[in-house]
């Protein structure tokens, strides 16, 4: 494969989404799109604000060989370099529909591109409970399913009932029993594309649910350095130890690389101070697995996502 898109591909494309009325933007720095506020330039990202424009994107993508990457909020995303990619965005896809109610629990079907602050804040405005967890959890239900993604002692996967897919050209629903689901993993592929996902939320106490709420803020507050821009917990924890102690006790707080720092506060935190870009903290997670593999014999796993293409 060639080191970068051929320009006749890119303008092939670029003309079928201005022919299919599609939202897009050529050469968008992606340091605007992700939560470290650091990336390279896509040559083009687009937003489908349907299921439909997200099928007809990706067909032309197959069909024309153009590698793609489908993004939510890009908050567990390091973008390294985008030449041979572009980018879908799911940020238009944020449709929820709610069911009526079957005794005291409700259904609702909401699209992959959805923040989980937006289906938390509208269940809650109907009486509904169980997806308090999500509370200051920055991603899209579609990357936080593939990652099953959790907090406040809850995970997406708990209320799941369902998810749809686009196979084949359709939308597949598939339970969630035939889904396997584990501490941030999936049995999800990455090159699956979700479209939207069904749950099921239970009616309950919304005054003693925000009172939760507001004790996980004041946690979050207090163990997380909120003011800089981050992608969350960089790794995962390990079975005996949480990753953010086992780089503390390895006397790595505060370790910075250009403008990238392992934060004094949460040492699972690579933070941005200004002025980063992807290679500097890339860097720092390379640092932090080298000393982490040399002094304890262990090998930590990234949560986050590297994407160098």
Same mark, same amino acid.
Not at 27 to 38: A, E, F, I, L, Q
Not at 269 to 285: F, K, V
Not at 286 to 309: A, F, M, P, Q
């Given at each position: ?17 201005? &022919? ?5 933007? *050529? ?31 990706? *067909? ?6 153009? +590698?793609?990457?489908?993004? /939510?909020?890009?908050?567990?995303? %390091? ?20 069911? &009526? ?17 937006? #289906? ?27 990652? +099953?993604?959790?907090?406040?002692? /809850? ?16 939308? #597949? ?30 009616? /309950? ?9 507001? *004790? ?34 390895? /006397?790595?707080?505060?370790?910075? #690389? ?9 040492? +699972? ?14 860097? %720092? ?14 090998? %930590? *796993? ?5 994407? &160098?293409?």
């Amino acid at each position: 494969m060639s080191d970068s898109i051929s320009e006749t591909k890119l303008a092939n494309h670029k003309q079928f989404l201005i &022919d299919s009325k599609i939202e897009h933007a *050529e050469n968008y720095d992606m340091s605007n799109y992700s939560s470290w506020k650091v990336g390279p330039i896509t040559r083009i990202i687009s937003y489908p604000k349907n299921l439909v424009e997200l099928k007809i994107i990706i *067909e032309n993508l197959i069909k024309a060989k153009i +590698n793609y990457i489908i993004a /939510g909020n890009a908050t567990n995303t %390091l973008y390294i370099e985008l030449k041979k990619t572009i980018i879908i965005s799911t940020k238009k896809l944020k449709n929820i529909v709610f069911s &009526d109610y079957k005794d005291t629990s409700i259904e609702i079907v909401a699209d992959c591109g959805c923040p989980l602050s937006l #289906v938390l804040n509208k269940s809650l405005k109907k009486g509904l409970v169980g997806f308090e967890f999500s509370n200051g959890i920055p991603g899209t239900i579609g990357g936080a399913l593939i990652t +099953n993604a959790g907090a406040n002692g /809850g995970t997406i996967s708990d209320s799941l009932v369902s998810v749809f897919f686009l196979r084949g050209g359709k939308e #597949v629903e598939v339970k969630k029993e035939k889904i396997e689901f584990g501490y941030r993993y999936s049995s999800i592929k990455r090159e699956d594309v979700i479209t939207r996902a069904k749950f099921i939320l239970e009616k /309950g106490d919304i005054a003693k649910t925000q009172e939760k709420i507001k *004790e996980f803020i004041k946690h979050r507050n207090e163990t997380q350095p909120v003011q800089f821009p981050s992608a969350g917990s960089v790794f995962m924890n390990n079975k005996n130890i949480a990753a953010g102690k086992l780089i503390q006790d390895l /006397g790595l707080k505060g370790l910075t #690389v250009g403008g990238a720092q392992v934060s004094e506060l949460h040492a +699972n935190y690579i933070i941005n101070l200004g002025g980063a870009n992807p290679n500097d903290i890339l860097d %720092l997670i390379e640092k932090i697995r080298s000393k982490s593999k040399e002094k304890l014999g262990i090998t %930590l *796993e990234t949560e986050v996502r590297i994407i &160098d293409e």
